[in-house]
């Protein structure tokens, strides 16, 4: 079975601190993922990258960057995390640019 | 127009009944279609990807209009355990690409005793 693992699954941070969030995938994977989803506003993309070093912008890059140095572990960013960041963050990865397997998401919250 | 869109529902279903809900999508190249489950506090999981000719798959049935642009989910004899937010997604970008699918919001369904 596809394992996705993330570092917490609560997490709470002050507004200006800098935030890391980490996940690894056991799979071998070349694609994965970070997304963010908030009530009313389902899952958006944040960043993804489909190869070690690469990285895209997804729908909602700002605020945020992204790091992967090899490829079973990709890491979120949040420079100065800020209140409008409190979210779940989830990661998912992919073998294809079809099904993606998600881990099991970290509540973040910024006070 | 949205790119994918679901009815948010909550639909509140007796058990053992039938449930049907819809999902459209805005691009017509669009190339696959899944349904995921996602559980409450919990990740979404893929439930069942959705071919051309539909597919069945124990309870479960999903089907596939390009001509309407929109797919469906058809839960038949459900069960407690069937409640959850079912997730429509979709392969926007044609032919690819990691970024390719896109999440609708979700149809919450609650399946009463």
């Known amino acids: 079975d596809v394992k996705v693992t993330q570092s917490s699954r609560y997490l709470v941070k002050r507004t200006g601190e800098k935030v890391f969030l980490e996940c690894v995938q056991d799979?071998?994977?070349?694609?994965m993922f970070w997304y963010r989803q908030d009530p009313g506003l389902g899952l958006r993309l944040i960043y993804f990258?489909?190869?070690?070093?690469?990285?895209e912008k997804g729908d909602i890059p700002e605020g945020y960057s992204v790091s992967r140095e090899k490829k079973e572990r990709f890491s979120l960013i949040l420079e100065s995390a800020s209140t409008n960041q409190t979210s779940m963050y989830l990661c998912?990865?992919?073998?294809?640019?079809?099904?993606?397997?998600f881990g099991p998401g970290t509540r973040l919250t910024v006070t | 127009r949205k790119e994918v869109e679901q009815d948010p529902g909550p639909f509140n279903v007796p058990e053992g009944a039938t449930v049907a809900f819809n999902c459209t999508y805005s691009?017509?190249?669009?190339?696959?279609f899944f349904w995921y489950r996602q559980d409450c506090r919990k990740e979404p999981k893929l439930l069942m990807s959705?071919?051309?000719s539909g597919n069945e798959d124990g309870r479960f049935t999903a089907q596939l209009n390009r001509a309407s642009q929109y797919i469906s989910l058809l839960i038949r004899d459900s069960k407690l355990s069937d409640s959850a937010t079912y997730l429509c997604?979709?392969?926007?970008?044609?032919?690819?690409?990691?970024?390719?699918?896109?999440f609708g919001k979700g149809t919450h369904l609650i399946i009463q005793p």
């Open positions: 998912a990865s992919s073998l294809t640019t079809y099904e993606q397997y």
């Open positions: 799979m071998d994977h070349e694609n």
């Open positions: 990258s489909y190869d070690v070093k690469m990285k």
């Open positions: 691009n017509s190249a669009s190339q696959s």
């Open positions: 959705v071919y051309s």
């Open positions: 997604v979709v392969n926007m970008k044609g032919g690819g690409g990691a970024d390719g699918l896109t």
